[in-house]
């Protein structure tokens, strides 16, 4: 497996998957691209008619495959590139990718420790990486997943989560509106919302944060302030508040 790579890469759609209104999972075929380890990203380049570049960075959705790369993108408001792998990219359209990138964000597979995993709205995709290694490699580490959303809508890939293996705890918690009885009402998250047994400070897990850079930074407070090791907490954000 390949922990990191420099250079472009030709790369080709080879398949979507509709997440929500605003997001969409993409699959490219990308030969000379190792596979990443769980929380790398890749950068993606488009390339117009008439020689404009764009380029931007992605988090992976799922890794460990040699030349295939998978990521989930939501649609930023305004958004030139977002907009159109959300809405108008077609299978067989071709770009250019570079990675796998980034070493410290990234879980490894033999290691026991207890896992808790923060994230905020499309801030889940390196995380479901996380999770679907932690499947793949059969490890028994405990992981608890807290994922906050705006909306029952605004969940990236429900059924999968809801399916869960054992050892791993789901906890959906949402800002503005909730299922009908949903047990906690709409809120932003508070540090009991990230109080679990198994993954207390004195349980030393380690911690991976992702989301908008209002959610990371408002989180890794919550979680300091209850006693976590900031060596442990990890964090990875996006632009904007």
Excluded: N
């Amino acid at each position: 497996m390949t922990a990191g790579s420099s250079g472009w890469h030709a790369a080709t759609v080879v398949g979507t998957q509709r997440l929500t209104e605003t997001a969409r999972a993409i699959t490219l075929s990308a030969p000379g691209v190792g596979g990443a380890l769980p929380g790398q990203h890749i950068d993606l380049r488009l390339t117009a008619p008439d020689g404009y570049q764009a380029v931007r960075s992605y988090s992976l959705v799922a890794t460990g495959v040699d030349e295939r790369v998978d990521i989930g993108v939501d649609r930023v408001p305004d958004g030139e590139v977002s907009g159109y792998l959300v809405d108008d990219l077609q299978v067989g359209d071709q770009m250019e990718v570079r990675g796998p990138l980034g070493g410290y964000f990234v879980w490894h597979s033999d290691d026991v420790a207890p896992v808790l995993l923060v994230a905020g709205g499309s801030g889940l995709a390196p995380l479901l990486a996380i999770l679907r290694s932690r499947v793949a490699a059969g490890s028994a580490a405990p992981f608890r997943l807290v994922y906050s959303v705006r909306t029952p809508g605004d969940v990236w890939y429900p059924d999968e989560l809801e399916a869960a293996p054992p050892g791993v705890e789901v906890a959906l918690l949402y800002t503005r509106d909730a299922p009908p009885g949903w047990p906690r009402p709409p809120h932003r998250i508070t540090a009991h919302d990230l109080v679990a047994d198994g993954f207390s400070p004195a349980d030393r897990p380690d911690v991976f944060v992702c989301g908008s850079t209002g959610f990371v930074e408002g989180a890794a407070a919550l979680l300091t302030g209850m006693g976590h090791d900031p060596a442990r907490i990890k964090t990875e954000r996006f632009g904007g508040a």
